[in-house]
């Protein structure tokens, strides 16, 4: 239970105040509908005229047996029974056109919230993905949105006909016998009191339920990307221990939400038909008790146009808890859409032009949490071309040091300038285009080797594309693969080796002609052969471009202009190869080990 509690706060579980239906949350989803007015009014139109029809039908089908068949008259038996069947017609093709609009309206809005909040996520820098988890995510873009859906297209339009149908039986039944109709207004309290029961109940199940499905969904996905480390420490009963307490959980939340609409749906029902049976008791009374003038008919037709009354009752109920779902997965959604940015371009941000790849970092300090910082008064220059190291143990600050290069954060105090300029005051996405960036891990896109490697500059011909990979001398490799350039990476580029990876990603980076390069481990796991194919490329294709080299290999930085030792987040020392050898200092101890281990110097 405690693993449960932690992983639901690191959900980020929703906070969402009240046990009741927003109106404020209906409302907003609702103004999804305004480009879509035309098609949304006309439903609207629909909507009403068949909440007319339905008690229409009920009482012409009343007025048939109370009039010409109590009456004996056949002829208008036959007319009456016409009527009938025309007006009934009519009445099922206004539900088929009403149920079409409804559909198209509900399907129109949801392409729009996916849309819009996939852009937003899209929008969100890495600080936000660091404290989500990707369950919590795909549950907003999938159930939440499948949830408000009903909202749109079900709950409004189903409701309205149901109180549409209610509220014109309900003249018709005061103009057949208002006395009757009084015992149904006594109803209304007894309703309202088991509905506001029972809806604050319902409301905080759903919620439980699919903020539990948020952590199932985020356990599935973590479990899935995992299994090759699942199943060699063989922890696959653990984690489907682990996991079935938390579908558990999920159940149990959806079990209380299954039995509180299992006793409120048919209470309502119990209820309308205690009241018709009160109505039945008094309506014969009235027709039977001696000198009553009420005709029987009237009270044929009042009590068919009283259930009629009372059927929407149950349906109402029934849109009702779908209504505390939709709104439950739109408070969800909203929530995620109102997520504000931890940071976004200055608006005074300008676009970087006639970029020469100066890099300055002055008294620079950055912590994921302000109050823990991982980088201290951090300070050094890269000219256009130089190749700067970073060297140290892991935790030493290698890693933020690119993370704030790249702008996923900000600096928290101190300075960062690229020609000059403060990184605040240079648009991110003109930065993106002149840095490229080369990850110990790197991320395919399930598609092609060519398209992956197109996704660098996506303007890039195919002629241009096989240039960049000539120019990393691989191209008998990827002429090698079964399809050439046209070969399917596989999910995350799991038809591909680990060195295959790297290298596509090396091609990747590199079609861009950017000013600035990142290497982050980038040649850690390519083997010695395929090193060696690729540092010849590397020495040409850095030629004029600054660059930042993070490598475990040793070997692969004896070239830098200026290496950086760092440790606690702390520059402790900087120099050449040869000038830190000779200190005899920490990058020394760093490259002692190195040649114990069996590297080459």
């Not at 959980?249 to 119990?270: I, K, N, Q, W």
């Not at 038909?273 to 027709?287: D, E, K, N, S, T």
């Not at 209504?323 to 997965?329: Q, T």
Request: proline share 4%; glycine share 8%.
């Amino acid at each position: 239970r405690l693993a449960l509690t932690r992983l639901s706060r690191a959900d980020g579980a929703d906070d969402l105040a009240g046990p009741r239906v927003r109106f404020a949350t209906l409302a907003r989803l609702f103004r999804y509908t305004r480009p879509y007015a035309r098609r949304r009014n006309i439903l609207i139109g629909t909507t009403i005229l068949r909440a007319i029809q339905l008690p229409l039908v009920v009482w012409a089908l009343s007025a048939v047996i109370s009039g010409p068949i109590q009456a004996g008259n056949w002829p208008g038996t036959i007319w009456g029974t016409a009527g009938f069947i025309a007006l009934a017609i009519f009445t099922a093709v206004t539900f088929i056109f009403r149920a079409r609009l409804a559909l198209t309206l509900g399907e129109s809005v949801v392409f729009d919230i996916r849309n819009e909040l996939f852009r937003h996520l899209q929008r969100l820098p890495m600080p936000f993905y660091d404290r989500t988890k990707l369950g919590s995510v795909i549950s907003r873009m999938t159930s939440d949105i499948e949830a408000l859906r009903m909202g749109v297209q079900d709950i409004t339009f189903i409701t309205l006909v149901q109180g549409g149908q209610m509220l014109v039986t309900a003249v018709m039944l005061v103009w057949i016998d208002w006395v009757l109709f009084l015992l149904i207004v006594a109803l209304v309290p007894v309703l309202w009191g088991i509905t506001r029961y029972f809806g604050i109940r319902l409301i905080n199940a759903q919620r439980h339920a699919q903020e539990s499905f948020s952590r199932v969904t985020a356990t599935l996905a973590e479990s899935v990307g995992g299994i090759r480390v699942t199943q060699s420490f063989v922890r696959q009963e653990v984690n489907a221990g682990f996991f079935r307490d938390l579908v558990r959980d999920h159940s149990r939340y959806t079990m209380d939400s299954a039995r509180t609409t299992a006793v409120f749906l048919p209470l309502l029902e119990l209820n309308s038909q205690i009241f018709i049976a009160m109505l039945l008791v008094i309506g014969g009374y009235r027709v039977l008790m001696p000198g009553s003038t009420v005709p029987p008919g009237d009270v044929i037709q009042f009590f068919l146009l009283a259930n009629l009354f009372f059927d929407p009752i149950r349906v109402i109920g029934v849109q009702y808890t779908n209504a505390i779902n939709a709104v439950v997965g739109a408070e969800r959604v909203f929530q995620l859409l109102d997520t504000p940015p931890d940071w976004e371009d200055d608006p005074a941000a300008a676009p970087l032009a006639q970029v020469a790849g100066r890099v300055e970092f002055r008294e620079l300090s950055f912590g994921y949490d302000p109050a823990q910082p991982v980088l201290r008064e951090i300070s050094f220059t890269a000219t256009p071309g130089q190749m700067i190291a970073l060297v140290g143990h892991t935790g030493s600050g290698k890693t933020s040091i690119i993370n704030l290069l790249g702008k996923s954060y900000l600096p928290t105090a101190g300075e960062l300038l690229i020609d000059n300029r403060e990184i605040r005051q240079i648009t991110s996405d003109s930065l993106h285009r002149n840095l490229a960036v080369v990850q110990q891990q790197n991320f395919l896109f399930e598609a092609s080797v060519l398209e992956n490697i197109r996704f660098g500059r996506l303007d890039a011909t195919d002629r241009e594309v096989i240039a960049a990979v000539e120019a990393l001398d691989f191209l008998d490799l990827v002429e090698g693969l079964p399809e050439g350039f046209a070969t399917s990476v596989g999910e995350g580029g799991s038809a591909l080796s680990v060195g295959q990876r790297q290298l596509v990603c090396f091609a990747r980076a590199f079609i861009g002609d950017p000013r600035m390069v990142i290497l982050d481990e980038a040649t850690s796991a390519i083997d010695s052969i395929t090193e060696r194919r690729i540092q010849k490329a590397l020495e040409t294709l850095l030629q004029g471009r600054t660059s930042f080299v993070i490598a475990h290999r040793l070997s692969t930085i004896r070239q830098a202009d200026q290496i950086l030792v760092l440790d606690h987040g702390r520059i402790v020392e900087r120099g050449t190869h040869d000038e830190l050898l000779d200190k005899s200092g920490s990058y020394a101890r760093l490259h002692a080990q190195f040649m114990a281990a069996g590297g080459a110097s």
